[in-house]
């Protein structure tokens, strides 16, 4: 018998899978960092948030609330839904997870597109099912594309709208026209993390059509423009077969208390979410044709990122310019993984952070 056969064996797929690295969180020793590389809030947590966490220092030896009530009903309120149809997470991730080992099994079939997020990879193999990945157009979704490779093995397709790292959305018209294409067995999820930034006439984060349907689940997340990523809190909005389905496989305290305690108050200081998206409306076009004036080819983004796209030079590739802007102080985020070895993704930062960037590529392209 062999060493490998010695030990106890994961199931099949998931040496299949590459861990998910995070973004960089470090410059060189002596600057002044400034972290753009996990599209997290320039602006922070709103004040109110802050203040309900610290209340819950007081009363650390009680489990929280199994099923986040009063979280469920302030989403609830916010986006007049009922809090029935609402599921609470650790993060939008554990929420993906969760929908990927709840509805796939050993041989089933995923369906997402060439440049999304990593994580509906990881779930499909962890599951035992297999990813199909689907070639994107213009870095967007291609509806076509996609139902082209549904067959009787798909089981779910995995929407990000907008998606991440790219950028780019879907009209909701698109978004329609995937789901009347797909079987009725067939669970479309809507990851709509960053919904809340996006100034389109043509976008919705996808609540109708969860409404009006049986096999539509959308997920969001708190860790963008409510500025609470350390927290780790995701929702989903979906059917009542669904969040039955998911709160059967949950874990039974799967939000911690003050997760749930910062996230109701941060999802009802609607003076905060606006001030968050004022900020990124006001940067995201200032930094994209900033760059772009320097030569440089930025996606048009709806999120609170820009993918930025380098040219194939010695010298001046996506590599060599992260190294330069890493000696700077600003670390952006490599998105090779994703299948763009030749571009940066950033997120949109403070005024100094934006300025500085573009001032560095400037330098860096030798235009300064």
Known sequence: MSNEESI????????????????????????KLHKLSSNESPLGPSEKAKQAYLAVAGKLEDYPDGASSELREAIGAVHGLNPANILCGNGSDDILSLI??????????????????????????????????????????????????????????????????????????????LHAGLPEKVLLVLDAAYAEYVRRNDYEAGIELVSSSRNVVMTRTFSKIFGLAALR?????????????????????????????????????????????????????????????????VTPSAGNFILIHFPDEDGKRAGDADTFLVNRGYVLRQVAAYGLPNALRMTIGSKEANRGVVESLKEFLGKA
């Open 8 to 31: 106890p064996q994961p199931r099949a797929g998931v040496m299949k899978i590459a861990a998910y690295v995070p973004g960089r969180s470090k410059a060189v020793p002596g600057v």
């Open 100 to 177: 990927a080992h709840t509805y796939l099994n050993d041989g089933d079939e995923a369906v997402f597109s060439e440049h999304a997020f990593l994580v509906y990879r990881i779930d499909t193999l962890a599951s035992g099912a297999t990813p199909v990945v689907v070639p994107e157009k213009d870095f967007t979704v291609d509806v076509d594309a996609m139902l082209a490779c549904v067959n009787a093995k798909t089981k779910v397709v995995f929407l990000a709208n907008p998606n991440n790292p790219t950028g780019t959305y879907l009209p909701f018209e698109e978004v329609r026209r």
């Open 233 to 297: 809190i995701g929702w989903c909005y979906g059917p009542a077969h669904v969040i039955d389905a998911l709160n059967r496989t949950r874990g039974p305290f799967n939000v911690n208390a003050a997760a749930l305690a910062a996230g109701t108050a941060a999802i009802r200081d609607r003076d905060h979410v606006e001030a968050s998206i004022a900020h990124n409306e006001e940067w995201l076009t200032w930094t994209s044709e900033a760059i772009r004036e320097l030569g440089l080819q």
